[in-house]
């Protein structure tokens, strides 16, 4: 998988987390968290793993690893091992 079909498979989509608390939407390259403000980012890949860089912190944080799999997106802080959220 490429950073070009990470932004594909995202683009112009609404994900729910797992836990049906919030709502993420994927626009271009931003990010509408529960239909709060347009927050600019880029999805970077390093030694073989996928970032997604915020402008703007969320839960604290503004770099995320991104996982995916067929089914699910999941958004771990950089340093964890459980992810903060589960987007499906």
């Given at each position: 998988?490429t950073?070009s079909?990470?932004?594909a498979?995202?683009?112009?989509?609404?994900?729910?987390?797992?836990?049906?608390?919030?709502?993420?939407?994927?626009?271009?390259?931003?990010?509408?968290?529960?239909?709060?403000?347009?927050?600019p980012?880029?999805?970077?890949?390093?030694?073989?793993?996928?970032?997604?860089q915020?402008s703007k912190?969320?839960?604290n944080?503004?770099?995320?690893?991104?996982?995916?799999?067929?089914?699910?997106i999941?958004?771990?802080?950089?340093?964890?091992d459980?992810?903060?959220?589960?987007?499906?």
């Amino acid at each position: 998988m490429t950073i070009s079909d990470i932004y594909a498979r995202l683009y112009s989509r609404a994900y729910y987390e797992k836990t049906g608390q919030h709502k993420f939407r994927f626009s271009d390259k931003a990010l509408l968290l529960d239909r709060r403000a347009t927050i600019p980012i880029a999805i970077h890949m390093l030694d073989g793993v996928f970032y997604l860089q915020v402008s703007k912190q969320i839960a604290n944080e503004s770099l995320f690893r991104l996982e995916m799999t067929e089914e699910e997106i999941m958004l771990y802080s950089t340093n964890g091992d459980s992810p903060l959220w589960i987007l499906e």
